[in-house]
C-alpha cells in the first residue's frame, strides 16, 4: 500500500493509526465513503477549509452527516463571520483536493477545530490526503499531537 504524507507523519511521530482504502470510483461524498469501507458514517469525519472575514483560514472536523453551521463556527474562532472556501482554492493553500483533504500535513499548519461529538468515539475517520485512503485514530491523540480544540460546530 502507498503510503500518503498523513501516513508518514503519524508514523514519524509514533502515533497509533489504522488505514482504510477503498476503490475510487469518483463519488468522494462522505456517507458512500463510509459504507465502502463499512465504518458508522457518525463516525466519519470530513475536512472543511473556510476563510474567516479578516481573511485568516481555519480547518474544521465534522461528521459526514453532519454541516458545519458557520455561525457557531466563526463564535468559536473569536470572527465575525466565516465561509468555505471556493473548491478551486483548496489545492493550492493545502496541498490536497477535494474529497482527498486532511487536517494533517497541510501546506501550512491552519487552526483546527474538531466537531466535540468526536469524543464521543474511542477512534474516528478522516481523510488520510488521498482520495481512496481513510485514516482512523484516537481525537485524543489528535488534540495529544496536534494544535487542535474540540467544539460543537456542526447541525
Known amino acids: 500500500m502507498e503510503k500518503t504524507n498523513v501516513m508518514r507523519i ?7 493509526y489504522q488505514v482504510h482504502t477503498y ?20 463516525r466519519v469525519f470530513k475536512t472543511l477549509v473556510t476563510e474567516a472575514s479578516n481573511k485568516t483560514k481555519y480547518v474544521f472536523l465534522v461528521p459526514v452527516l ?3 453551521d458557520l455561525k457557531k463556527a466563526a463564535k468559536e474562532v473569536n470572527v465575525k463571520s466565516i465561509a468555505l472556501i471556493k473548491q478551486k482554492e483548496l489545492l493550492a493553500l493545502t496541498g490536497y483536493i477535494h474529497g482527498g483533504c486532511s487536517p494533517i500535513g497541510m501546506k501550512k499548519a491552519f487552526s483546527t477545530v474538531i466537531d466535540s ?7 474516528i475517520v478522516f481523510s488520510a490526503g488521498k482520495i481512496g485512503y481513510q485514516i482512523e485514530m484516537s481525537p485524543n491523540d489528535i ?9 460543537d460546530v456542526s447541525i
Open 66 to 68: 453532519k454541516s458545519l
Open 10 to 16: 503519524l508514523s514519524q511521530l509514533n502515533i497509533d
Open 23 to 42: 476503490p475510487n470510483d469518483g463519488n468522494v461524498d462522505g456517507v458512500h465513503v463510509a459504507n465502502l469501507i463499512g465504518i458508522p458514517p457518525e
Open 117 to 123: 461529538s468526536a469524543l464521543t468515539f474511542s477512534k
Open 143 to 151: 488534540e495529544n499531537v496536534f494544535q487542535v480544540k474540540f467544539a
